[in-house]
């Protein structure tokens, strides 16, 4: 009888044992999907295509006729202030409704204290002919003379003049050193399951802070005028807020 009951409590220990182990098992975070939906303004005017409606800080009165960008780098900042850092390559269009909106995958579900996004491309990626040879894309590409690549940015319309005669613009940012880090430093937390992120663009902020931005004076076209981009691409670091 004796034997019997040692070997049953020795059964018993095992068995509670392995239960405990199983316990104590990390479980991986769940990879999420994000959707992320961008809107425009400028300076909380709704964006009007083609109307010379806005006034930039230097007192120029404008339109946009076009807006195109590329996202890349698109992070996450943990707590912890570690950064997480996809590798998606995104084409955005202000005019149209399909081009601004995309998913991301690979980010766990949390809370965040910052979200960031290269606007344009980094050096390892701007090489010519390099993304696929979508028409979007192809009318991206920067000049072969001029260095080659893609443009970053296209920010196109009409603005007045000092005659307050109607004049052309084009701010087309590219080349590798004019990219845009975009830091929004604020918490926001990525929900389980299929979550959205709401993105706005103030367009009046790539004429503003660092730099004032006068069309008269910087000049109307910037293609080619590397203080000119140079302005606007440092003016990209907080056109982005959340929504």
């Known amino acids: 009888m004796r034997v019997v009951i040692q070997l049953t409590g020795i059964v018993l220990l095992g068995i509670w044992s392995g239960c405990q182990k199983e316990d104590t098992q990390l479980i991986p975070p769940v990879e999420q999907e994000m959707l992320v939906r961008v809107s425009y303004d400028v300076d909380g005017d709704s964006l009007v295509a083609s109307d010379i409606r806005y006034t930039n800080a230097a007192g120029n009165p404008f339109s946009v006729n076009r807006l ?9 900042q943990n707590l912890d202030g570690a950064w997480t850092t996809l590798e998606d390559i995104v084409y955005l269009d202000a005019f149209d409704a399909d081009k601004n909106t995309f998913l991301l995958k690979g980010l766990a579900a949390g809370n965040y204290k910052a979200f960031r996004v290269v606007i344009g491309l980094e050096p390892d990626q701007n090489s010519s002919n390099s993304l696929p040879p979508t028409v979007d894309n192809i009318n991206m590409i920067w000049p072969e003379p001029m260095g080659g690549g893609y443009h970053f940015v296209k920010l196109e319309g009409y603005f007045l003049d000092g005659t307050n005669s109607n004049q052309g613009y084009a701010m087309h940012i590219g080349k590798n050193t004019f990219h845009s880090p975009a ?8 929900n389980a399951g299929k979550d959205t992120l709401d993105l706005k663009m103030n367009i009046a902020s790539w004429f503003e802070g660092p730099n004032q931005y006068d069309l008269n004076i910087q000049g109307n076209y910037s293609m080619g005028k590397d203080s000119s981009m140079r ?11 959340f929504k």
Do not use: P, R, W
């Open 68 to 76: 195109n960008y590329y996202f890349s780098h698109i992070a996450v």
């Open 183 to 190: 830091i929004i430093s604020q918490s926001f937390e990525i």
């Open 231 to 241: 302005k606007l691409s440092e003016n990209g670091y907080d056109v982005f807020s």
